[in-house]
């Protein structure tokens, strides 16, 4: 069974930093691209950003772009974000999720339950 | 590359035939997704590649297109079916939703 798991969610004022983690379970996990995806209270989903089987293509949503990073550790099975000079629109439920693919152009069919970010002084 | 669903909001009856259309602002072959979310759950793929019926989605469920223009059809509407539905471009980076479309019980 397919799990994945998000931690690292939590309460952070304007301007620091926090780090995502995703611990994936039930299938091999270097065989597929990873991705984040954000959904805002209330609001729709908003892609975040996505990485290759091998980390050797990445994307950013424009919204991101240059403050956030994505990761990942085959060897650990684990999907990390790393997210620098947060924002107040930065606040969002933020989910895990797998490709059906290796690389880029694959659909999402696993997502976790998410992890809630909170942006706030 | 932006993507437009349409209608945002759509009032159905059990047993209707339901279409929600999403059109991107540019040609992205069929590298494009449905997704069905409900309240407090995380979403569910239903269609992928534009057309491909995700292992498990009932028959009722099917998608068309490709270039601009995507289709994703309920044939006959049951009760479990009431919820937000997205689609999603794999075309290229960055890849983008649309903004939804509530599916409500008339």
């Known amino acids: 069974e397919v799990q994945l798991v998000e931690s690292g969610g939590g309460l952070v004022q304007p301007g620091r930093s926090l780090r995502l983690s995703c611990a994936a379970s039930g299938f091999t996990f270097d065989d597929y691209a990873m991705h984040w995806v954000r959904q805002a209270p209330g609001k729709g989903l908003e892609w975040v950003s996505g990485?290759?089987?091998?980390?050797?293509?990445?994307g950013y949503a424009d919204s991101v772009k240059g403050r956030f990073t994505i990761s990942r550790d085959n060897a650990k099975n684990s999907l990390y974000l790393q997210m620098n000079s947060l924002r107040a629109e930065d606040t969002a439920l933020y989910y895990c999720?797998?490709?059906?693919?290796?690389?880029?152009?694959?659909?999402?069919?696993?997502w976790g339950q998410g992890t809630l970010v909170t942006v706030s002084s | 590359i932006q993507l437009t669903q349409s209608p945002s909001f759509l009032s159905a009856s059990v047993g209707d035939r339901v279409t929600i259309t999403c059109r991107a602002s540019q040609g992205i072959s069929s590298y494009l997704a449905w997704y069905q979310q409900k309240p407090g759950k995380a979403p569910k793929l239903l269609i992928y590649a534009a057309s491909t019926l995700q292992s498990g989605v009932p028959s009722r469920f099917s998608g068309s297109g490709s270039g601009t223009e995507f289709t994703l059809t309920i044939s006959s509407l049951q009760p479990e079916d009431f919820a937000t539905y997205y689609c999603?471009?794999?075309?290229?980076?960055?890849?983008?939703f649309g903004q939804g479309t509530k599916l409500e019980i008339k």
């Open positions: 999720a797998k490709a059906r693919v290796y690389s880029s152009g694959g659909a999402i069919d696993y």
């Open positions: 999603q471009q794999l075309n290229s980076y960055p890849y983008s």
């Open positions: 990485i290759s089987w091998n980390s050797g293509s990445t």
